[in-house]
C-alpha cells in the first residue's frame, strides 16, 4: 500500500478501514494497491481528496474481473467512528471513476452468476416486451435458463443457454448481437437476434437501446475476442 503523507490518522486508522470496506465489498480481490490523497487538517474534517486502488483481480457478486484500475475524489467518511474501530461509512454519495477489464474466461465464469445471469433473463424480457409479445411473462415462466456459454468477437457477442421447462425437457437458446454505446448512459444492440424460445418464432431487433440510468457514464465500452474494455464512472451511494 502507497501512502501519499505521513498522517498517522491515514497509516494507522484509515487506510486499514479503507481496505476493510472494500474487502467487505468484494468476495475476492488480490493484489490491491491504495493510495490516499489527503492533508491531516482535511482528514480531520473527516473529508479525503482522492483515493486510487488498483488490483489485478477481484470477484464482486460472482463476477470475475482481471483488472480494475479505479479513483475517487471529495469523499466524506464518518472519521469520529473509524477513530473508535467502526467500520468505514460513506456519509453521502459518490463517483468512481474507473478502468475494467474481464476476459472472455471472466465472462464465462460469470455467466454463473446471479446478478448477470438475472441481467441477461431481464434483457429477454425486455426484448419480448419490444415486440408486443402477449404473454410474454407467462412464457418465459415456464422455463428455467441455464447460460453456459459466450464468445465473442469485435463489438459483439453470441450467447447461449439451455431452456429447461417443467417436465425437464431442454431447449437450446442462441442470443447473437453487436454491442456498442450510443451514448454515454446507453447501451445499442444493432440487431439482436432471439433464436428460439419456443412456441415463439425467431426475433430480430435493429437499434435496441438499453438505458443505464444517470448514475452510471460509459466513455468507452470495447468488446474483442478475448475480453471486454470499460472506461467509466459510477455513482456509489454506501
Not at 27 to 50: M, S
Not at 67 to 85: H, W, Y
Request: aromatic content about 6%; charged content about 20%; overall charge neutral.
Amino acid at each position: 500500500m502507497t501512502i501519499k503523507t505521513k498522517s498517522e490518522i491515514i497509516s494507522h486508522f484509515l487506510s486499514p478501514a479503507i481496505k476493510f470496506w472494500l474487502r467487505s465489498q468484494l468476495q475476492y480481490v488480490e493484489d490491491l494497491n491504495i493510495e490516499i490523497h489527503a492533508g491531516d487538517k482535511q482528514i480531520l474534517t473527516g473529508k479525503i481528496n482522492k483515493v486510487s486502488l488498483q488490483t489485478t483481480k477481484a470477484v464482486y457478486q460472482d463476477i470475475h474481473i482481471s483488472q480494475a484500475s479505479v479513483s475517487t475524489e471529495n469523499i466524506a467518511i464518518n472519521l469520529g467512528g473509524i477513530l473508535r474501530g467502526k467500520p468505514l461509512k460513506l456519509l453521502q454519495p459518490i463517483f468512481v471513476n474507473g478502468e475494467l477489464i474481464l476476459t472472455l474466461n471472466d465472462i464465462q465464469t460469470s455467466l454463473n452468476s446471479s446478478l448477470l445471469s438475472q441481467g441477461l433473463v431481464d434483457l429477454v424480457k425486455l426484448l419480448l416486451a419490444h415486440q408486443a409479445i402477449e404473454n410474454y411473462q407467462n412464457i418465459l415462466a415456464l422455463y428455467k435458463f441455464n447460460w453456459h456459454n459466450i464468445v465473442l468477437d469485435d463489438d459483439q457477442f453470441i450467447l447461449k443457454a439451455i431452456l429447461t421447462d417443467n417436465h425437464g425437457q431442454k431447449t437450446d437458446l442462441i442470443l447473437t448481437s453487436t454491442l456498442t454505446l450510443k451514448n454515454d448512459h446507453t447501451l445499442l444492440f444493432n440487431p439482436i437476434k432471439i433464436d428460439t424460445i419456443p412456441s415463439l418464432d425467431t426475433i430480430i431487433i435493429k437499434n435496441f437501446e438499453v438505458d443505464l440510468g444517470n448514475d452510471v457514464e460509459l466513455k468507452q465500452l470495447t468488446l474483442n475476442a478475448d475480453k471486454l474494455f470499460c472506461l467509466g464512472k459510477i455513482k456509489v451511494v454506501s
